[in-house]
């Protein structure tokens, strides 16, 4: 491996690999690129000051006070440049890709411009926060969460001013792991967002355990309100809906997130739903020289067998590894995605892996769903909790399609379990028939996961 | 279904299904008979006073003197009599099977002879503990666990007796979940052991693991102590080694436990592995109108494709569910098990599934392993905690044969990914690709399973 050159050059040139971007996907893929080929050069572009941080920690770290933001950065920018060898430049803002010429070219945070040449190109950019087209998002005091920079500015905006209320519009994960962070340091928070439903992709029997768990923790919930406008008021800023006015010393807009895609789309390459750039199974885009990696880039969904946009860290992680790989000509493809995710609401985990039911209809499939409620723990044992397991099958092929989980212990890796029988593409009745671990302080004889197979088998 | 008859049978005689054995196997067979057909004649023969109880709490409710050993009790027997319409009879210990007559024969609690037809039936005698073949094993205050009245029996003379100090004889997962009751009774424990190994079957890096939470907790482990004899002392049990005497006031046998297939045997019905009853996957032993299950029969491993004896509850259900299903014809096969175990040892999580590298040596394959260590929550994540992973793969196929997780939280439901990959025969590269669950609470980005994949990929 390590006598890999460019191809078709017959004088030993070393490849030259560019990667736009320097979180999880950007760095797995430098890192793993110098491994594979040691004399590879391999230069990063990060537009930010910040790369290779813990972006799914920033909730929690936004919880503490006594803890710097930068405990979330997993490797310094030094060891990168002095230890791996890696061509890393922040402050480097990528504004086109010349794809002919095989040059990317922008500006530096000095205002100068660079024009750097690639044999392959890894396009990492990420996702960007979405912003409701309404006035006064830009106002002081509006923020929204997606790069360690936003982290610092609300952690420091928090620590400065002394916030007593704060209004989350949108209710996604993010918005709900921040109302946590927000009661953490004592803020009173109100959630508002347009529409009616609490989380849409929950089966509606357990989306209002997640909500009274909220509720719980004294945040208002404000779901089916048009945002009109964000408007200051006294001291305070105003979220203004049609039928209700919100306030708080700081809004924190979570409505989710798009695939950064720009500079691809105005290079050309073909890009996938959601707007992500398409890639195949080696993600490679629509041109055999770029790789695109991370939340800008889409995926292949092993249960619908179609394309995809679900931007999670792993995928970001591995798809980098993969870019790399096959940059030095290892030929890998990755499977796929099943969709699998799990975030806290205060004392809860909420998981989810596969197709809700909406999404299987949309797919094409005969959804069949049940929602069982069970134990944490084994009959009689103490402290045991419940815990909420939604299951789908097709009806046609009997296939498992999905499966849901809330409860405030042993949901997050439950969820694991239907996720590789997805992969493997299992129906019901063998997900039904699996020898799943059983002690008392850990669940009920028949897991969870299995009652909710063996009444889902009753209803196909 | 309902109109089901005894085969070959023109007057619409009623089936008489009879089943030895009221615990786990025999009454979930009993339920399910009478929800298959509910005018079928079932009848449980039960040798003891207790019908129905969770087996696997006892330690877990010995720990707890306030709360009563009927708890662990599932369900009543006057609700499988009265509201079920079960014949159920305890106290009737049943002598011999007379396969040609299709009669089972027996005696009473009372010391009366009785003599029962069957069409179809059902052998669910479970295990029996297996005692050393040493003087003393009769002694009072010397004690073993399986049955609900062993259980109470060891919390009677706990509760009775000053009991300061305690002996186990075992250091199995039995033994182990009992040396945490003892301790939380204020009871010292010393336990002992013939063979010199810890935990025979567990990856020799992450056994120590185990021993010293175990020691941690005060508990003096003697393992390499061949057992001479147990005698009375002064106030006092002795148990006698040829090097050691170790001494309390109880002592509880902790060896594991054998398959209850003498009945079985004497009718001439084939047993398997470890003198477990055979039967196929429909559990038809090989005489087609007996069925049996429980931990007195064997199971089909998925993973080496062969025979094995696994005694475990969740089976033990499943295996009662499919003996009643085939006695209503409904021709129910079980795909078999993957020998998923978990169990707590004070704060420890430890589970396992598929094989160990012994395990898969002994069954012809030539097995690659792994050991990580992982955190339990993401980078700087508070309250993380190690988590050991061992992995097994199969160097000629690249099949993944087994796991096993030690860690403080987490490893208890993550063992059930594995355990789904093998029953679908997954290369270990293929598992390595599955979309797990991540959130920075509950895991690092690459799962700790995945990262052990990882690894294990590059040593095979």
């Known amino acids: 491996m390590a006598e890999f050159r460019v191809q078709g050059d017959q004088r030993g040139v070393i490849m030259k690999f560019v990667i736009i971007g320097g979180d999880a996907a950007g760095m797995s893929a430098a890192s793993r690129a110098k491994r594979n080929i040691p004399d590879m050069e391999v230069t990063v572009l990060e537009k930010t000051s910040d790369v290779s941080y813990s972006a799914c920690g920033m909730p929690y770290n936004i919880a503490e006070p006594e803890v710097a933001i930068e405990s979330l950065v997993v490797r310094q920018a030094h060891v990168f440049r002095e230890r791996q060898g890696i061509d890393l ?34 396009i990492a950019t990420g996702a960007t926060p979405r912003i409701p087209d309404v006035p006064g998002t830009d106002l002081p005091g509006v923020m929204s969460l997606k790069s360690l920079g936003d982290g610092r500015r609300i952690k420091d905006y928090i620590g400065r001013q002394n916030i007593k209320k704060a209004v989350i519009i949108g209710m996604g994960y993010i918005a709900l792991e921040m109302v946590e962070a927000l009661h953490a340091r004592k803020i009173a928070v109100d959630m508002v967002k347009p529409r009616p439903v609490f989380i849409p992709w929950m089966n509606r029997e357990m989306a209002p355990v997640v909500k009274e768990e909220v509720e719980r923790h004294g945040v208002r919930l404000y779901a089916g309100h048009k945002i009109e406008r964000i408007e200051n008021g006294n001291d305070t800023l105003k979220v203004v809906c049609a039928d209700l006015t919100l306030e708080g010393q700081m809004v924190l807009i979570a409505v989710g997130v798009r695939p950064a895609s720009e500079l691809a789309a105005a290079a050309g390459l073909e890009l996938g739903p959601a707007n992500a750039i398409s890639v195949d199974k080696a993600v490679r885009t629509s041109d055999a020289d770029i790789y695109s990696a991370g939340d800008c880039a889409d995926a292949f969904h092993v249960v619908t067998n179609k394309k995809t946009w679900i931007p999670l860290a792993l995928r970001a992680n591995r798809a980098g590894w993969a870019a790399a790989d096959n940059v030095a000509g290892k030929a890998v493809e990755l499977q796929g995605i099943v969709g699998t995710a799990v975030f806290k609401v205060f004392d809860l985990q909420v998981a989810r892996t596969g197709l809700s039911v909406s999404e299987a209809e949309t797919f094409g499939f005969n959804p069949v769903e ?11 044992h103490p402290d045991t909790s419940n815990i909420y397991v939604q299951m789908v099958g097709d009806q046609e092929s009997g296939r498992l399609l999905g499966a849901q989980l809330v409860g405030k212990e042993g949901a997050a890796h439950r969820v694991n379990a239907p996720a590789v029988a997805l992969h493997r593409r299992m129906s019901v009745a063998e997900f039904s028939q699996c020898d799943l671990a059983y002690a008392p302080p850990f669940g009920p004889t028949w897991d969870p996961m299995l009652t909710a197979a063996n009444q889902l088998l009753k209803k196909m």
């Open 370 to 380: 049940v929602m069982i409620t069970a134990r944490s723990r084994a009959h009689a």
């Open 89 to 122: 430049r922040i402050g480097h803002r990528v504004e086109s890709i010349d794809r002919t010429e095989k040059v990317v070219s922008g500006v530096d945070s000095e205002g100068k411009g660079f024009e750097i040449p690639y044999d392959k190109l890894l």
